[in-house]
């Protein structure tokens, strides 16, 4: 299948500080990126559908200024905490789209632990 | 009407045994399926997918069984080893997004 990459994959951070965290698909270009946040022992939960070239699309309840969100290539997508607080620590993952032999799949990436103290 | 239901939450099974896990959805535009499998601290990695047009799809030790009419899918694992203890998840999507189950915990005993 094909690869995506986080990085760093562990971060942590004092409280009030900014955190970037890069998702990179490295065999394919991915006109879509998708930010997932994961609590301990529970599920994925969608926070940001990223558009190379555009917007993001926040799901409701997510904070846009909070989690920012650049698409700036096709293999690159960036999620900044900013001004991160302890109730942030979470998995971040991230996950790229690909639409190689004309299907639709998502690939994800390794998650990135963030612990804000 | 977005959600997806999954079962068990937990599992224990013995080595060789074929575990099944179920899904449930409400939305009839959703068509791709898939299932993940998560290793504590890392992503999730794609297992298999299906889409509505087959009732089942094998892949090596792993088989999707999808019930249309039902609006249900489901993951077999044949011959389960220790090593596929691990969370999985199933999926489906209808737009782009992935609406996630709430997991399921596999123990594989030996």
């Known amino acids: 299948g094909a690869v995506v990459s986080q990085h760093p994959s562990r971060v942590i951070c004092k409280s009030g500080t900014s955190v970037k965290i890069e998702c990179r698909s490295l065999?394919?270009?991915?006109?879509?990126m998708f930010w997932y946040r994961q609590f301990p022992k529970q599920s994925l939960m969608l926070m940001a559908t990223?558009?190379?070239?555009?917007?993001?699309?926040?799901e409701q309840g997510v904070e846009k200024d909070k989690f920012l969100i650049n698409h700036a290539s096709l293999t690159l997508s960036t999620l900044t905490v900013t001004s991160a607080h302890p109730e942030d620590s979470s998995f971040y993952i991230c996950?790229?789209?690909?639409?190689?032999?004309?299907?639709?799949?998502?690939?994800f990436g390794p998650g990135t632990r963030l612990l804000v103290l | 009407q977005q959600q997806v239901k999954q079962s068990p939450q937990s599992l224990i099974v013995q080595k060789g045994g074929i575990p099944i896990i179920n899904c449930a959805y409400e939305?009839?535009?959703?068509?791709?399926f898939p299932w993940y499998q998560q290793f504590p601290g890392k992503g999730p990695a794609l297992l298999i997918a299906?889409?509505?047009?087959?009732s089942e799809k094998k892949e090596g030790r792993f088989t999707i069984s999808f019930n249309k009419s039902a609006k249900q899918f489901s993951l077999h694992i044949m011959d389960s080893q220790p090593g596929d203890s691990a969370t999985y998840f199933c999926?489906?999507?209808?737009?782009?997004?992935?609406?996630f189950g709430q997991g399921t915990t596999l123990q594989v005993k030996p």
């Open positions: 939305n009839t535009a959703f068509d791709y």
């Open positions: 065999d394919f270009q991915a006109t879509t």
């Open positions: 990223s558009n190379e070239g555009s917007k993001a699309t926040y």
């Open positions: 996950s790229a789209r690909s639409l190689a032999g004309g299907r639709e799949t998502q690939y």
């Open positions: 299906i889409r509505p047009d087959v």
């Open positions: 999926a489906a999507a209808g737009t782009g997004k992935l609406i």
